[in-house]
T-cell receptor, first 115, second 109 residues
Framework: DAGVTQSPTHLIKTRGQHVTLRCSPI?????VSWYQQVLGQGPQFIFQ???????GRGNFPDRFSARQFPNYSSELNVNALLLGDSALYLC??????????????FGEGSWLTVV | GQSLEQPSEVTAVEGAIVQINCTYQ??????LSWYQQHDGGAPTFLSY????GLEETGRFSSFLSRSDSYGYLLLQELQMKDSASYFC??????????FGSGTQVVVTP
C-alpha cells in the first residue's frame, strides 16, 4: 500500500517566487495536515484539512495557503518566498482527523531552499 | 503560552536504557505522541498516550501523567539504529500536533 506521497522532493526557488507543494494521503484517509520543519527544530503546524474544509491554521502569514481536493489530495502554496521559508515541508494524513488512537502518518517531505 | 520542553541531547551506549522526558503547557490537550526522525527522513510514529499510565510497544515505552503535564519515552536495549531525533507532540482532538524541539539520541558502541 502506498504511504503519504509528496512532490517535489527537493526544489530551489528564488526570493519573491511562488511555490506549490503537493500531497497525496494514504488511501481512505480524509484528513491532511501540513507542517514546516526548519533545520534543528520540531515541525510547526501550518494547516489542517478534513473533508475539503479547513479545520485549523497555525501562526503563519497569509502568504501561505492550502486546499484539499475531492480525492483528498492537497496543495500547499507559498507566495512571495522569503529566505526564512527554506525548510522541510511535511504532509501528514490520518483516517478521520481526530486522534482517537489513530496514528498520523507523515510523508517524506519536500525540501524547499530559497536563495 | 503553549510550550513543550524536552532535553536537547542524550548520549548512551548500546544496550543501555534511555529516558526522554517531556513537560508541556498547552490548551486543548487530548494526548501525547512520540515520533522518531532520522536525519533527512520523515517523522515516524512511535507511541501515543491519551490516559495516564504506561504504554509498551516492544523496546519502546511511553508514560503520561496528565495531572503533572509530564510524559516520557523509554528506549530499552539501545541499538545503533536508534540514533535519531525524538519528538514529543501534544495532540488536540482534531489531530493537530504541537511538537517539542526534539531530543537528539546518540548511541555509542
Amino acid at each position: 500500500d502506498a504511504g503519504v506521497t509528496q512532490s517535489p522532493t527537493h526544489l530551489i526557488k528564488t526570493r519573491g517566487q511562488h511555490v506549490t507543494l503537493r500531497c497525496s494521503p494514504i488511501s481512505g484517509h480524509k484528513s491532511v495536515s501540513w507542517y514546516q520543519q526548519v533545520l534543528g527544530q520540531g515541525p510547526q503546524f501550518i494547516f489542517q484539512y478534513y473533508e475539503k474544509e479547513e479545520r485549523g491554521r497555525g501562526n503563519f502569514p497569509d502568504r501561505f495557503s492550502a486546499r484539499q481536493f475531492p480525492n483528498y489530495s492537497s496543495e500547499l502554496n507559498v507566495n512571495a518566498l522569503l529566505l526564512g521559508d527554506s525548510a522541510l515541508y511535511l504532509c501528514a494524513s490520518s483516517l478521520e482527523g481526530g486522534h482517537s488512537g489513530n496514528t498520523i502518518y507523515f510523508g517524506e517531505g519536500s525540501w524547499l531552499t530559497v536563495v | 503560552g503553549q510550550s513543550l520542553e524536552q532535553p536537547s541531547e542524550v548520549t548512551a551506549v548500546e544496550g543501555a536504557i534511555v529516558q526522554i522526558n517531556c513537560t508541556y503547557q498547552t490548551s486543548g490537550f487530548y494526548g501525547l505522541s512520540w515520533y522518531q526522525q532520522h536525519d533527512g527522513g520523515a517523522p515516524t510514529f512511535l507511541s501515543y498516550n491519551a490516559l495516564d499510565g504506561l504504554e509498551e510497544t516492544g523496546r519502546f515505552s511511553s508514560f503520561l501523567s496528565r495531572s503533572d503535564s509530564y510524559g516520557y519515552l523509554l528506549l530499552q536495549e539501545l541499538q545503533m539504529k536508534d540514533s535519531a531525533s525524538y519528538f514529543c507532540a501534544v495532540t488536540d482532538s482534531w489531530g493537530k500536533l504541537q511538537f517539542g524541539s526534539g531530543t537528539q539520541v546518540v548511541v555509542t558502541p
